[in-house]
């Protein structure tokens, strides 16, 4: 049984920073594509950033592109979200997602394995 956990988020202010992490369980994630989504409510749930550990190929929405820093951890088993210069507009719940192929993509029905999820909110 695989399992996602995702711990760090919480409540800033606009201009500030928060990191996000993901521990991951039930298998060995070497050949895995880890990746963060976030989803307001009512709308659908956006990609935000990839990371293959195979081939360190890491891709990220436009949105978030220089503000947001996608890493893996030493244990392989664990993938951060680096957030700074954060907005309002970055307010949702974000998921950690996990693909059972090592290639990147953005779109969420390719992923096989979610996260419950963890809040961030940006004030203004």
């Known amino acids: 049984q695989v399992q996602l956990v995702e711990s760090g988020g919480g409540l800033v202010q606009a201009g500030g920073s928060l990191r996000l992490s993901c521990a991951a369980s039930g298998r060995t994630f070497g050949d895995y594509c880890m990746g963060w989504f976030r989803q307001v409510q009512g709308k659908e749930r956006e990609f935000v950033a990839a990371?293959?550990?195979?081939?360190?190929?890491?891709r990220y929405a436009d949105s978030v592109k220089g503000r947001f820093t996608i890493s893996r951890g030493n244990a392989k088993n664990t993938v951060s979200l680096q957030m700074n210069s954060l907005k309002p507009e970055d307010t949702a719940v974000y998921y950690c997602?996990?693909?059972?192929?090592?290639?990147?993509?953005?779109?969420?029905?390719?992923?096989?394995?979610w996260g419950q999820g963890t809040q961030v909110t940006v004030s203004s």
């Open positions: 990371i293959s550990w195979v081939a360190s190929n890491i």
């Open positions: 997602a996990a693909r059972r192929l090592y290639t990147t993509t953005a779109e969420a029905r390719d992923y096989d394995y």
